[in-house]
């Protein structure tokens, strides 16, 4: 599988951004997916995650009530849509998969099997 996140940029505080991760390789329908960010100088951190049947979704606590992970399967995709950006989101967001999920959305990077590329966001004051 391979994953490849989009939809980064420069934007004001306030602002709102959609980030996509297009899968290729196989369907990532059952698969866990989740959103994670790295900002410079401190550890990757998991942001948002989504398991399938029935859709279960799990938020970090600083994003809670601004972002949303949803999945399109027809697309293959996974969205993150963030919404009253804020400048301590900075950071380069990365999507992950794990092949075989559980009943809960797991937090720990050392699950995903695989990650994609990343893609930067730079929210300013």
């Known amino acids: 599988v391979q994953l490849q996140a989009s939809g980064g940029g420069l934007v004001q505080a306030g602002d709102s951004l959609r980030l996509s991760c297009a899968a290729s390789g196989r369907s990532i329908s059952t698969y866990g997916m989740s959103w994670f960010r790295q900002a410079p100088g401190k550890e990757r951190e998991f942001v948002a995650g989504i398991i399938s049947s029935p859709d279960i979704t799990y938020y970090a606590d600083p994003v809670k009530g601004r972002f949303t992970i949803s999945r399109d399967n027809a697309k293959n995709t996974v969205y993150l849509q963030m919404n009253s950006l804020k400048p301590e989101d900075t950071a380069v967001y990365y999507c992950?998969?794990?092949?075989?999920?559980?009943?809960?959305?797991?937090?720990?990077?050392?699950?995903?099997?695989?990650w994609g590329q990343g893609t930067l966001v730079t929210v300013s004051s």
């Open positions: 992950a998969a794990d092949r075989r999920p559980g009943v809960n959305v797991v937090i720990r990077p050392s699950v995903y099997d695989y």
